[in-house]
């Protein structure tokens, strides 16, 4: 049982470069979640899914696109990368989605965009 | 304006001491608040939720209270160990539509031998 899994774990990619973030979880969760994390401040929703083939913005969506193709994985987009999106970015889930179920977190991808 | 603080200056204490740590928030009614552990490197790791009617939630060398009067929040860690040096993030769950969780930017403890 991996939990939830990103992949890549690191990335540098130069300004308008695109590249996609791919997180998968095997606990059959039906929410998943895609942060960003910067020092200083909290993590904050990029988007988020409440089941295969939904997606919806959360606080901070431009420039990302997401897709939920299949149940178990989330995938994050970032079409046209800026220096601003050089973050930790984490994917997390959670079963239902209520307000007091914990969420669960993967590793995280550092990324770094030149 | 809607904000979660959390002291930004590292905690340091001794071994065998009891870590509190504090989660302030203003202009939010959280239904639930959350406090996740996080290591460096790695993503946060869920450790304890306490509910808007609770006053104090316990799990093993773990308490946390939560005053929706003074809109706070401490979490504790008696008998602290090294081991617990990480960074703790507060969250909070709101029931309302719009976004879930709330995440606190986190507060560094240090715990030295």
């Known amino acids: 049982n991996a939990g939830v899994t990103q992949t890549p774990k690191f990335r540098v990619l130069k300004t308008g470069q695109s590249m996609t973030l791919l997180c998968a979880q095997d606990?059959?969760?039906?929410?998943m979640y895609w942060y960003r994390q910067d020092p200083g401040m909290g993590l904050r929703l990029i988007h988020y899914?409440?089941?295969?083939?939904?997606?919806a913005k959360g606080e901070v969506p431009d420039g990302y696109n997401v897709s939920r193709l299949k149940k178990q994985n989330f995938l994050l987009g970032l079409e046209s990368a800026a220096p601003s999106q050089t973050s930790v970015y984490f994917c997390?889930?959670?079963?239902?989605?209520?307000?007091?179920?914990?969420?669960?977190f993967g590793p995280g991808t550092r990324l770094t965009v030149l | 304006s809607q904000k979660i603080e959390q002291n930004s200056e590292a905690l340091n204490i001794q071994e065998g001491k009891t870590a509190t740590l504090t989660c302030n928030y203003t202009?939010?009614?959280?239904?639930?608040l959350q406090w996740y552990r996080q290591d460096p490197g790695r993503g946060p790791v869920f450790l304890l939720l306490?509910?808007?009617?609770?006053k104090e939630k316990r799990k093993e060398r773990l308490k946390v209270t939560f005053d929706t009067t003074l809109k706070q929040s401490l979490f504790h860690i008696t008998a602290s160990q090294p081991a617990d040096s990480a960074t703790y993030l507060c969250?909070?769950?709101?029931?309302?539509?719009?976004?879930?969780?709330?995440f606190g930017a986190g507060t560094r403890l240090f715990v030295k031998a």
């Open positions: 997390a889930s959670d079963l239902t989605g209520l307000a007091h179920n914990e969420q669960f």
């Open positions: 606990m059959n969760h039906e929410y």
């Open positions: 899914s409440v089941g295969e083939g939904t997606t």
């Open positions: 202009n939010y009614s959280p239904a639930y």
């Open positions: 306490i509910r808007e009617n609770e």
């Open positions: 969250a909070l769950d709101l029931e309302t539509g719009g976004f879930k969780t709330i």
